[in-house]
């Protein structure tokens, strides 16, 4: 591991615009102390597995107090560290050791909801009706002659109506109030100046302690349409390519942008300026870019990237037009295969690719297909390489760099995706993609908890011993070696990262593209093996043939 500080990427001012950051989905990353669940210290202990790899940055999913109705992402206070996860004492001397080893570290916050338990939703629960308490959330009297029915027919994204009603201090039926989740996730009331001073003193609260910025949960949700129409079944998010304009009552509304740039002040306060990232389901690349305006956010996923199949022709369409897109507003793209939410991209990419639909990404999406799992590895990889040689940052999901799968066979009764439930089972969740981390190949949890632990929170696959970290460490092809060997590459090469590319002409199963003289980037989506222009093999995805070719499904990095 001879990468060295010096090389950095996160060492510019504006780091964000190239970094490679890893996410750690808490739960599941290490745990420390031994009950089942990955804690701080768990994270802290493997830093330097971490810098290892060569990441420029980690983004921490929810780590706050929350009665975890869905896994941390329902807040009870965004100031303090969930006690199953350590303490704030503990957070800062990770966050501490993290910029030691010259690792920045971005965190998450959940603007859109909170928890039920947080003490200004029990204050409106207290006051009653009609109260000022009551205003700093989003609570109706329901329809129909009774008021039980709900204010409006907007829908979870989780399943079912978007209202919970409330009970009166007397017992009688009450009002309803907005979750857009699950019921234990009140939506906050955006229109109040309470909301958003108590948010921007949160960033503050985060950004003294040394944090680099935010990942901002739901980011397009918070702003309402306050006529509160009906969505009459409105599609949303549009499938990309879309030229449809929708006015969605909850999703997109314009005036969320408003929220942004205030934020975006409050960023700059810092030097050196801090960054947000967006997790913003638009569907439009264009509405996408628009949060991404010189004076709103630094960066935001781009998931119409992580949804296309592993086809040459729309991957070229989906890398223009987040590229041009994203070159409007002068923004960096930010590409991302997936993430705590989303089927993992080796089961995906198993599938027949022909087969994926616009907005497949669930593992309930996948799993009717037939799955072969060598081809859905070798296209991860040549997936992850062709997106860390593009313009523009990236993101790792943790065990991404091991080539997990989804765990596809969790037993119904063990899964504790909230999705599950609220869709009557249709929906098999997102617990598939956080499943305990393998560390080593030994061990009744693969190294994820001490031995003699409490069981894992979910069930880890007996598989995965073979892709155990310890397993692959310093085995030449392994998914983790070619990680550290990609990553490693990416922080010598100064035309990687934020920057332009250029197309090679090249046949229609392959993808080439050059940035600066002197690299080129190859992709063989098709059948038969190809030839390589002269050059220097820096990094490749998988072996080429004997012959020196680049097979099926596998990328290479060269030096021309
Ligand atoms: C985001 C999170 C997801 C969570 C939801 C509600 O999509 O990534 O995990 O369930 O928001 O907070």
């Known amino acids: 591991m001879s990468q060295t500080l010096s090389t950095r990427r996160n060492e510019t001012a ?48 929810p780590w706050y107090p929350s009665p975890m109705k869905d896994a941390g992402y329902d807040v009870s206070d965004y100031r303090d560290i969930e006690p199953i996860f350590g303490t704030l004492a503990e957070a800062d001397a990770m966050v501490a050791e993290a910029h030691a ?48 029915e709900p204010p409006t027919d907007w829908q979870s994204a989780f399943g079912g109506t978007a209202w919970s009603r409330t009970t009166n201090p007397d017992g009688t039926p009450g009002d309803w109030y907005l979750r857009l989740f699950t019921p234990e996730q009140p939506d906050v009331n955006w229109e109040h100046p309470d909301i958003r001073a108590e948010f921007e003193q949160t960033l503050r609260f985060w950004f003294d302690r040394g944090v680099d910025g935010f990942r901002i949960d739901v980011a397009h949700g918070l702003v309402k349409d306050q006529s509160f129409p009906d969505e009459d ?50 569907g439009r690349s264009d509405r996408l870019a628009a949060y991404l305006r010189p004076d ?17 022709a729309p991957m070229k369409a989906v890398i223009d037009e987040t590229i041009n897109s994203h070159a409007a507003v002068g923004a960096p793209p930010t590409w991302v295969l997936g993430n705590h939410d989303l089927c993992r991209p080796v089961s995906r990419y198993a599938r027949p690719q022909e087969l994926v639909q616009p907005l497949d990404r669930f593992l309930s999406h996948y799993l009717p297909h037939p799955a072969d799992f060598a081809s859905g590895l070798r296209r991860a990889r040549a997936a992850a390489l062709m997106m860390f040689g593009l313009p523009g940052g990236a993101y790792v999901y943790q065990g991404e760099e091991l080539g997990l799968p989804e765990a596809e066979a969790i037993p119904f009764a063990a ?72 990553l490693r590459v990416r922080g010598q090469r100064a035309e990687l990262g934020d920057g332009a590319m250029t197309w ?4 229609d199963d392959v993808l080439a593209y050059t940035r600066g003289e002197h690299f080129q980037c190859w992709v063989n989506f098709g059948d038969a093996p190809i030839s390589l222009p002269e050059g220097e093999i820096l990094v490749a995805s998988g072996e080429l043939t004997a012959a020196g070719l680049l097979p099926r499904d596998t990328t290479v990095w060269l030096a021309v």
Request: hydrophobic share 40%; net charge negative; charged share 20%.
């Open 504 to 507: 090679i002409t090249t046949p």
């Open 296 to 312: 709103e956010l630094h960066t935001a996923f781009n998931f119409d990237f992580l949804m296309t199949p592993w086809l040459a």
């Open 101 to 148: 080893l010259g690792i920045k570290v971005i965190i998450d916050i959940v603007p859109n909801h909170t928890s039920d338990q947080h003490v200004l939703f029990q204050q409106a629960l207290a006051a009653g009706p009609g109260s000022p308490e009551r205003e700093r959330f989003i609570f109706k009297p329901g329809r129909g002659p009774l008021g039980d």
């Open 14 to 61: 504006e780091w964000w615009r190239s970094a490679v950051v890893y996410q750690v989905y808490p739960r599941s990353f290490a745990d420390s102390n031994g009950d089942g669940v990955g804690d701080v210290n768990g994270i802290r202990s493997k830093l330097p597995y971490l810098a290892a790899l060569g990441i420029d940055a980690v983004w921490i999913s």
């Open 233 to 282: 079944g409105m599609p949303f998010p549009l499938p990309l390519g879309t030229a449809e304009e929708v006015n969605h009552p909850h999703w997109d509304q314009p005036r969320v942008h408003e929220i942004y740039r205030a934020w975006r002040k409050v960023a700059d306060e810092y030097t050196p300026t801090r960054a947000f990232c967006g997790e913003i389901w638009v």
């Open 415 to 486: 899964l504790q995706d909230p999705l599950v439930v609220q869709s009557g089972g249709e929906n098999l969740g997102r617990d598939g993609c956080r499943v305990p981390l393998p560390w080593t190949s030994a061990g009744e949890t693969y190294g994820f908890s001490p031995e003699g632990a409490e069981q894992p929170w979910l069930p880890q696959p007996t598989a995965w011993a073979d892709l155990a970290a310890d397993t692959q460490d310093g085995q030449q092809g392994s998914t983790l070696e070619f990680y550290r060997e990609a």
